[in-house]
């Protein structure tokens, strides 16, 4: 998974440094970017939701919730 993330973002340097996407798409990678975060982010919670070993984990750490 590291090589992926890596080479997305290195392969992402290369065509924004080279001019190989059109300027449309430029223009739209700030809402797509955004998007695509935010629909990793609630995958993120949805996996954590699911995930009673997680909250063990967190309970065991003393992250109950209850803090202020």
Do not use: H, Q
């Amino acid at each position: 998974m590291t090589w992926l993330i890596l080479a997305s973002v290195l392969g992402g340097i290369l065509a924004g440094s080279l001019g190989l996407l059109p300027r449309a798409y430029t223009a739209a990678l700030d809402t797509i970017t955004a998007a695509a975060l935010g629909l990793t982010l609630f995958g993120v919670g949805i996996d954590l939701g699911r995930s009673r070993g997680a909250w063990r984990a967190l309970r065991k750490l003393g992250l109950t919730g209850k803090e202020t």
